[in-house]
């Protein structure tokens, strides 16, 4: 069964910072791109960032450009979110998503995701 499991979420003042993790089992990533979405109260799911599994290659949207890194550890399976600089804006669920190898923004090339987890950001 495949699972991908976000943790790290929680309530943080603006200005600080929060490192997401996405633990994957049940199949092997490692020709897949991995994705980063959020989903504030009301809004659309948006992209964030993208790592591909095989080299590395990142990708991050120009909201959180310079402020959030995307990251894996192949040994452990787990694909991370670092989060600087956070900003009340950036309250949203984040949702990790396994996806092909092509990297994409789009949240429907996406196959597999996690249940999300929450950040809120307090001004």
């Known amino acids: 069964q495949v699972q991908l499991v976000e943790s790290g979420g929680g309530l943080v003042q603006a200005g600080g910072s929060l490192r997401l993790s996405c633990a994957t089992s049940?199949?092997?990533?490692?020709?897949?791109?991995m994705g980063w979405f959020r989903q504030a109260p009301g809004k659309e799911r948006e992209f964030v960032a993208a790592?591909?599994?095989?080299?590395?290659?990142?990708y991050h949207a120009s909201s959180v450009k310079g402020r959030f890194t995307v990251s894996r550890d192949n040994a452990k399976n787990t694909v991370y979110l670092q989060m600087n600089s956070l900003k009340p804006e950036d309250t949203a669920v984040y949702y990790c998503?396994?996806?092909?190898?092509?990297?994409?923004?789009?949240?429907?090339?996406?196959?597999?995701w996690g249940q999300g987890t929450q950040v809120t950001v307090s001004s």
């Open positions: 790592i591909r599994w095989s080299g590395g290659s990142t």
């Open positions: 049940g199949r092997t990533f490692s020709s897949s791109t």
């Open positions: 998503a396994a996806g092909g190898p092509g990297v994409t923004t789009t949240s429907n090339q996406y196959d597999y």
